[in-house]
């Protein structure tokens, strides 16, 4: 069943749970009449079900919205698209919005990533920052926000931001390289803090009543992280498995994996600020030293 966040906005959540979505992934029904669908989720078929139910006989699905292609946001989106004729609104396909260096990396394959990518998600209709869509006479603002993806976007309207994976109160954003940038993620979160809207509705968990809050909290772990990070590299070069296990000492030993991928984007930003050095090409094993 749907829960109600308010006259305009209710929340299905998908049933997906796991270390990496907590409960689910949350599908946000916008409007009373005409519903825009705010990422409809996995390819499930109970959710999918569960949507139209929640939609009824007197409303109709007239958009559907994604804030990013990984494959417990988007998948569905394609399925429903075909059973309303609701065009599916994005930044771009999965490949899009990724800054140069995340390109190169990409293309040499000498970092890993793309873990759980929508490979094939192509939407019908492509968002640059900043465009508008129209919606029950209200508008919904398209804020890119790469960092957890190179394709995310929140969405804005009024007060409310469907903030999608980029921020999240049960946790911080993973960002994993090369569809994760920290550089970006810094960035979008910076963007965030000038924009108006201060109720958050994410992508998994509970809403954030003050996303600013938040954000600024995020930035700050982040730098905490970041000095963790260099703090290891002053005392023994290591590589990001290597510093993972160093300063990861009060995680579940399940999220070590994404600690790990997380660490890989400090230290390519690091790299890239010439703050440290790697010992040769970016690799996954290649071990890391402060630049004297």
């Given at each position: 069943?749907?829960?109600?966040?308010?006259?305009n906005?209710r929340?299905?959540?998908?049933?997906?749970?796991?270390?990496?979505t907590?409960?689910?992934?949350?599908?946000y029904?916008?409007?009373?009449?005409?519903?825009?669908?705010?990422?409809?989720?996995?390819?499930?078929?109970?959710?999918?079900e569960?949507?139209?139910?929640?939609?009824?006989?007197?409303?109709?699905?007239?958009?559907?919205?994604?804030t990013h292609?990984?494959l417990?946001?988007?998948?569905?989106a394609?399925?429903?698209?075909?059973?309303?004729s609701?065009?599916?609104?994005?930044?771009g396909?999965?490949?899009?919005g990724?800054?140069?260096?995340?390109?190169q990396l990409?293309q040499?394959?000498s970092?890993?990533g793309?873990?759980?990518?929508?490979?094939?998600?192509?939407?019908?209709?492509?968002?640059?920052?900043?465009?508008?869509?129209?919606?029950?006479?209200?508008?919904?603002?398209?804020v890119?926000?790469?960092?957890?993806?190179?394709?995310?976007?929140?969405?804005?309207?009024?007060?409310?931001l469907?903030s999608?994976?980029?921020?999240?109160?049960?946790?911080?954003s993973?960002?994993?390289?090369?569809?994760?940038?920290?550089?970006?993620f810094?960035q979008?979160c910076?963007?965030?803090l000038?924009?108006?809207?201060?109720?958050?509705l994410p992508?998994?968990?509970?809403?954030?009543?003050d996303?600013?809050?938040?954000?600024r909290?995020?930035?700050?772990?982040?730098?905490?992280?970041?000095?963790?990070?260099?703090?290891?590299?002053?005392?023994?070069?290591?590589?990001?498995a290597?510093?993972?296990e160093?300063?990861?000492?009060?995680?579940?030993?399940?999220?070590?994996?994404?600690?790990t991928?997380?660490?890989?984007?400090?230290?390519?930003?690091?790299?890239?600020?010439?703050?440290?050095?790697p010992?040769?090409?970016?690799?996954?094993s290649?071990?890391?030293s402060?630049?004297?």
């Amino acid at each position: 069943m749907a829960e109600t966040i308010n006259k305009n906005i209710r929340c299905l959540r998908a049933p997906n749970p796991s270390p990496m979505t907590l409960n689910g992934t949350n599908t946000y029904l916008l409007g009373q009449k005409e519903i825009a669908i705010i990422d409809p989720g996995p390819l499930n078929m109970a959710h999918l079900e569960a949507i139209f139910r929640a939609v009824g006989t007197t409303s109709f699905i007239t958009k559907i919205l994604i804030t990013h292609s990984h494959l417990d946001h988007s998948p569905l989106a394609r399925l429903l698209s075909e059973k309303t004729s609701a065009p599916i609104f994005a930044f771009g396909d999965s490949f899009s919005g990724r800054s140069a260096t995340m390109v190169q990396l990409a293309q040499n394959g000498s970092v890993g990533g793309g873990e759980g990518v929508d490979l094939e998600f192509q939407p019908d209709v492509c968002l640059k920052d900043g465009g508008i869509i129209l919606h029950e006479g209200e508008t919904i603002t398209a804020v890119w926000t790469p960092g957890h993806f190179g394709n995310h976007l929140a969405f804005g309207t009024g007060e409310t931001l469907f903030s999608g994976d980029h921020i999240m109160g049960w946790a911080s954003s993973m960002v994993s390289p090369p569809d994760g940038d920290l550089k970006a993620f810094r960035q979008s979160c910076q963007k965030l803090l000038g924009r108006p809207e201060v109720f958050y509705l994410p992508g998994h968990g509970d809403p954030i009543f003050d996303g600013h809050d938040r954000v600024r909290w995020l930035l700050t772990h982040r730098k905490k992280r970041e000095n963790q990070i260099i703090n290891s590299l002053r005392k023994k070069t290591g590589s990001a498995a290597d510093i993972a296990e160093r300063i990861y000492t009060d995680v579940d030993q399940a999220l070590v994996p994404a600690a790990t991928r997380n660490v890989i984007a400090h230290l390519i930003d690091l790299t890239e600020r010439k703050i440290i050095m790697p010992a040769g090409q970016v690799e996954l094993s290649t071990k890391y030293s402060l630049v004297l």
